[in-house]
């Protein structure tokens, strides 16, 4: 497609639920983040990948949180057991040169876990 | 580990007036840097970026930016802003060869234009 996309784009869980969001990134794109973004506290990085591996994993808040990529393209972003404080809007961005460091984001999915 | 402070978290301007949002960075080695914008309702994009050359980068709507590499400073300004201004900006800095690339983004600076 023309841009990344993601979904859903509006999650409402119950706490203690596992959700799961969805990255599509723009085609041919081999680099892949993730990013949190709460209320007052910017993008918090979450983790990186080069093609199917993940370099950086540092970001993420607990071992409740996990992603994968597959085929270089698509990723998942999963949460377990979700908690009020996962409530965020998550942000997935590609990049097709990882020297650059421009990234073109997609419109995020907001999660509200009750 | 690199981080970006940007010291303004609201910032309320009438229109025609002169913008500047401040941006600090704290790593040592060879950086790019990055300003992007969210205006309400859309996502994320880019309003300008600085790799080399000119440290005074212009980006889109008339933005401009400078790099200050002794004050690791890479403040954004607008000579006369725009109701359509209003906005979020992000403030970013990647630091160049550490073996991947990871963009890290300041907090942001809601700015909101009076008409």
């Known amino acids: 497609g023309a841009g990344v996309s993601q979904s859903p784009s509006n999650k409402v869980t119950e706490k203690g639920k596992d959700v799961e969001l969805r990255c599509d990134p723009i085609?041919?794109?081999?680099?892949l983040y993730w990013y949190r973004q709460s209320l007052g506290q910017g993008l918090e990085f979450l983790i990186y990948?080069?093609?199917?591996?993940?370099?950086?994993k540092s970001g993420l808040p607990s071992d409740r949180f996990s992603a994968e990529r597959t085929g270089g393209s698509v990723s998942t972003l999963t949460i377990q057991r979700t908690q009020q404080e996962d409530s965020a809007v998550y942000l997935c961005a590609s990049n097709p040169d990882r020297e650059t460091g421009e990234l073109f984001f997609g419109e995020g999915s907001r999660l509200t876990v009750l | 580990a690199q981080s970006v402070s940007q010291h303004n978290h609201h910032v309320i301007l009438s229109e025609a007036a002169s913008l500047e949002l401040g941006c600090n960075y704290s790593y040592g080695g060879t950086v790019n840097l990055f300003w992007y914008v969210q205006y309400p309702g859309q996502h994320l994009q880019l309003l300008l970026k600085?790799?080399?050359?000119?440290?005074l980068v212009k980006g889109i709507k008339g933005f401009e930016a400078e790099f200050i590499k002794s004050k690791f400073s890479f403040n954004l300004r607008k000579p006369s802003v725009q109701w359509s201004d209003t906005a979020e900006y992000f403030c970013a800095v990647n630091a160049v060869n550490t073996g991947f690339q990871k963009l890290v983004f300041g907090t942001g600076t809601r700015l909101l234009v009076s008409p």
């Open positions: 600085y790799f080399s050359g000119d440290p």
């Open positions: 085609s041919g794109h081999t680099a």
């Open positions: 990948f080069q093609g199917n591996s993940a370099p950086d």
